[in-house]
């Protein structure tokens, strides 16, 4: 679809729940890449389902998200793995955390880390990153990032205290 997702916000059946289930899927694909360039244009990594009550609401048309198709939205957000709930707040993934994963590795690699230890919250707030797309990430943002290192054998997280390190391998 070559139509910029800034069109849809002007058109109002965007704003209403499809009955079709093709077209219903095709505007949940749609409504999820609005929220996530919101999201990444914003620097919003944890969020409630109000964050974004800006962006589903369009004054000019008198038109917005009923809570049905938010929770429909959010849902299927949650399927596609764009989300993980996170009690009352939702982590959003508008860079999948395999991708966030890549780039934190290749700092590691980058900057002679493979083999040390470093805190989470140094990784993500530390002065050897502030040059990185994921230096300001939220601590509880990098544990699920890091936790793909982990399954892929290139990480190991550990609690220190009441804080996370972790190895890289």
């Excluded at 009923?66 to 009352?88: P, R």
């Excluded at 700092?107 to 707030?125: C, F, K």
Aim: proline fraction near 4%; glycine fraction near 4%; charge should be negative.
């Amino acid at each position: 679809m070559d139509v910029p997702l800034a069109k849809f916000l002007t058109w109002p059946p965007f704003y209403t729940l499809q009955p079709n289930l093709d077209t219903q899927n095709q505007q949940l694909a749609l409504w999820s890449q609005v929220i996530l360039d919101y999201a990444k244009n914003n620097k919003i990594y944890i969020a409630t389902m109000e964050s974004f009550d800006g962006i589903t609401r369009n004054n000019e048309l008198n038109r917005f998200l009923s809570e049905e198709l938010k929770d429909i939205l959010f849902k299927y957000m949650k399927k596609q793995k764009f989300i993980i709930a996170e009690g009352l707040s939702m982590l959003v993934f508008w860079q999948k955390p395999e991708t966030w994963a890549e780039m934190i590795y290749r700092w590691a690699s980058n900057s002679g880390r493979i083999g040390t230890v470093e805190t989470v919250e140094g990784l993500v707030s530390g002065d050897e990153t502030t040059s990185e797309e994921f230096y300001g990430m939220p601590v509880n943002y990098a544990i699920e990032v890091l936790k793909t290192l982990q399954k892929s054998k290139k990480a190991e997280m550990f609690a220190v205290g009441d804080s996370y390190a972790v190895k890289f391998f």
